[in-house]
Structure formats: C-alpha cells, structure tokens
C-alpha cells in the first residue's frame, strides 16, 4: 500500500472512532510499526490529528456553534446521567453558578429540592428555576442567540461581584494539549471569570467533547473537575493524569 492509501485509511478510521492504537493500524494496513509511526508523525505535521501514547487521536477545530435547539436533542441520555452526578454535588445554603448549555440546564430538574441561590447567564435556565422556587440571580447584557446565553462586559462586571461555592460550565472541545475550548470569545471570558470566582469548578461533558478543539481557550484542564459518561476510552487516564475525572453511573 503506498503512503497516500495508508493515510487515506487512517483518516478514515479517525472519522469513526477517537482514538486509533498504532497495533490496529499496523494489523490492519499490514505494515510495519515504525512506517505508521513516521505516518502518524507526517499527518500530525499537517494539523489532521495529534499523536498520543500508543497511537493518534482526531483533531478537531471547530468555530460554529450550534443552536440551543440543535444542542438539546443531542446525547440527551448521556447528557441526563451527568447532569444527576453534578446536582448530587450539591450541598444546601450554596451559592452555584449554572453556565448557560443544554447539559447544564439538566441539572434543574436534579436540585428542585436543594435550598441554594443560583446565579446563571442562561436565559433559558430560568423559567425552570423559578418554577421549582429556586433563588435565581441572571447576569445582564447582551443575549446571544445561538446559545440563549447573556454575554458581554456588562455580563462580566456582574458576574465579578460574586462569589460560588460551586461552579458548573459546559465547554465545546476538551483536549489533553489544548485544555477546555468554546467556540465564542465572550463565552470564553464568562466561563474563565467564574472559575476564578469559584471555590470548586465542575465542567459536564459528554463523549463527544473529548479530542475535540473549538476557537477559543478556556482554561487548562487542572483548573476543574470533568463530569462525564466516559468509562473507559483508549486514552482516558491521559485526562485523568491532567485533571479529578468523575463517571456518572448509567
């Protein structure tokens, strides 16, 4: 097989799966190691995927975000079973802050009977919060769409006035190099301010969102605890030695 079909294949199985192990490679291109090692390193040079231990993942850039409604019927299950291991971290008298997100506002239902404030810049956090007599404080300023998040300077200042006991964000991409990215630099601003305003950050994220790198930086993954599904990804303990990673029970 000449060097343009093996990468070709390559590619390919990082469109199925996260993570490929350089033994699979070499057994199902029927090759040596040290040739999917030099391929791996050539298409790592041309930004299509990151070399890891023991094999690649997928390199992902993303700078679209999608809708709120388009965000809401994706991984709802997963989405569920980690929204219930962040409420059940909640203690009573807290003082939280929900990021808006559709994985955030899954946590409503979960501390309707918690006695705690809650301050969010999630428009669409709202209407439940009230509704199950939570005391909810809402950043002010400019109401981004997409995202039916508040933003902005205004946002910001406000936002700094607080102080959390516990901090809950969602992020677009997580990655061992890249740390936790979002696609929107305002976002990015908001979720960065609340870490610092936080004695505890938690960042709930499902599969999905492994590997992957959006447009703006957040954080580095040591500055929050990953909440998610994930059981046992090939490079799983690579996050674990970056960061607390918790499982939810399915």
Same mark, same amino acid.
């Given at each position: 097989?000449?060097?343009?079909?093996?990468?070709?294949?390559?590619?390919?199985?990082?469109?199925?799966?996260?993570?490929?192990?350089?033994?699979?490679?070499?057994?199902?291109?029927?090759?040596?190691?040290?040739?999917?090692?030099?391929?791996?390193?050539?298409?790592?040079?041309?930004?299509?995927?990151?070399?890891?231990?023991?094999?690649?993942?997928?390199?992902?850039?993303?700078?679209?975000?999608?809708?709120?409604?388009?965000?809401?019927?994706?991984?709802?299950?997963?989405?569920?079973?980690?929204?219930?291991?962040?409420?059940?971290?909640?203690?009573?008298?807290?003082?939280?802050?929900?990021?808006?997100?559709?994985?955030?506002?899954?946590?409503?239902?979960?501390?309707?009977?918690?006695?705690?404030?809650?301050?969010?810049?999630?428009?669409?956090?709202?209407?439940?919060?009230?509704?199950? @007599?939570?005391? #909810?404080? +809402? &950043?002010?300023?400019?109401? *981004?769409?997409?995202?039916?998040?508040?933003?902005?300077?205004?946002? $910001?200042?406000?936002?700094?006035t607080y102080q959390f006991d516990k901090v809950f964000l969602?992020?677009?991409?997580?990655?061992?190099?890249?740390?936790?990215?979002?696609?929107?630099?305002?976002?990015?601003?908001?979720?960065?301010?609340?870490?610092?305003? @936080?004695?505890? #950050?938690? +960042? &709930?994220?499902?599969?999905? *969102?492994?590997?992957?790198?959006?447009?703006?930086?957040?954080?580095? $993954?040591?500055?929050?605890?990953?909440?998610?599904?994930?059981?046992?990804?090939?490079?799983?303990?690579?996050?674990?030695?970056l960061t607390t990673v918790k499982v939810a029970k399915t």
């Amino acid at each position: 097989m000449i060097t343009s079909e093996r990468h070709h294949n390559i590619l390919q199985q990082l469109k199925k799966q996260q993570f490929i192990k350089v033994q699979d490679l070499v057994e199902q291109l029927q090759t040596s190691e040290s040739t999917i090692r030099r391929d791996l390193a050539t298409l790592e040079k041309e930004h299509l995927l990151k070399r890891e231990h023991g094999g690649a993942t997928r390199l992902e850039v993303i700078q679209e975000e999608s809708s709120m409604l388009e965000k809401a019927v994706q991984h709802i299950h997963e989405k569920q079973q980690i929204a219930s291991l962040a409420a059940n971290l909640i203690q009573d008298k807290e003082c939280i802050y929900l990021d808006a997100g559709s994985t955030i506002r899954q946590m409503i239902p979960f501390i309707k009977a918690k006695q705690i404030t809650v301050v969010t810049n999630g428009l669409n956090h709202v209407p439940p919060l009230l509704e199950n @007599g939570i005391d #909810t404080y +809402v &950043l002010g300023g400019k109401a *981004k769409a997409a995202t039916e998040a508040m933003v902005g300077n205004t946002a $910001l200042a406000q936002q700094q006035t607080y102080q959390f006991d516990k901090v809950f964000l969602w992020m677009n991409g997580i990655h061992t190099e890249f740390g936790f990215t979002t696609a929107d630099p305002e976002e990015a601003a908001l979720k960065r301010s609340a870490i610092q305003q @936080g004695l505890e #950050t938690f +960042v &709930l994220a499902d599969d999905s *969102k492994f590997g992957v790198i959006t447009f703006s930086k957040v954080e580095d $993954l040591q500055k929050a605890t990953i909440l998610t599904n994930v059981k046992s990804e090939p490079y799983a303990a690579q996050y674990k030695t970056l960061t607390t990673v918790k499982v939810a029970k399915t």
